[in-house]
């Protein structure tokens, strides 16, 4: 499948150069001969099935769409936390002296390190644009083809169920909290909110893996959409030589 992504525009051409040599036998035969009418039979039957394809790779499409869509609301959810983050750490943590709050501030530090690799999430949309239908017709594309190759191994590599071993909550921060409760409500309630983010990011990362997935595994409706392709550039020269030949 590989090999057909990443040679669209040479296997288009040879397909043409096949049908073209084939309709050039035909051009022995006469206009109104069985051939010509088996030859326009077989550019029907083929754009048929390369409309089909197109049809059908529609769906990639709009696969592709969505998990831009979601990489937008993931990467806008890592923002809004590393912002909450932030202003945790510069408010609260420069100054902290009391036991429940470092306890606390150790925690955000920990959440932040543990969502740095978010950064590699403009993976997914060059991947996406790059395997999308079609954007393979160039001569030059392979020449970044063992970066994509290694792009992609790295978005496979994108794990999100690692996060899920990290909660915000647990027995050491709920007593920092009930600590804390009385004295600083509002580091309590900065705290409460930094965890929701947390918590919306981890969500919205995991969503992203999901449809990731789903856009791998509909792959192969690129290979499909090429070969429809490829087999409308084989019969298309039948169709021009029995147009050429009703006109001598």
């Known amino acids: 499948m590989t090999f057909i992504l990443d040679n669209q525009l040479p296997l288009l051409i040879l397909f043409f150069v096949i049908g073209c040599i084939g309709t050039g036998f035909l051009f022995r035969k006469p206009a109104g001969h069985r051939i010509w009418k088996v030859a326009d039979l077989v550019w029907v039957l083929l754009g048929g099935i390369g409309a089909l394809g197109a049809l059908i790779a529609g769906v990639y499409t709009e696969d592709t769409g969505r998990i831009e869509r979601q990489i937008d609301v993931a990467f806008s959810a890592t923002t809004g936390f590393d912002r909450d983050a932030g202003r945790f750490r510069l408010g609260y943590c420069e100054t902290a002296s009391s036991a429940p709050l470092l306890t606390l501030c150790d925690k955000v530090d920990f959440l932040s390190a543990s969502t740095a690799s978010n950064a590699e999430l403009p993976l ?98 690129l290979v499909l959409q090429i070969l429809s392709l490829c087999l409308v550039s084989f019969a298309a020269p039948f169709r021009l030589g029995k147009s050429i030949i009703e006109l001598r």
């Open 124 to 221: 997914f949309i060059a991947i996406t644009d790059e395997i999308a239908p079609l954007s393979g017709l160039s001569l030059f594309s392979r020449a970044n083809q063992g970066d994509m190759q290694d792009m992609s191994a790295r978005a496979d590599a994108f794990d999100p169920s690692r996060f899920l071993v990290f909660t915000t909550r647990n027995a050491d921060i709920d007593a920092a909290l009930s600590a804390l409760r009385g004295d600083s409500p509002q580091v309590v309630a900065d705290y409460l909110i930094l965890a929701q983010s947390y918590d919306r990011l981890i969500a919205q990362i995991s969503k992203l893996s999901e449809e990731w997935a789903v856009l791998q595994d509909n792959a192969f409706i």
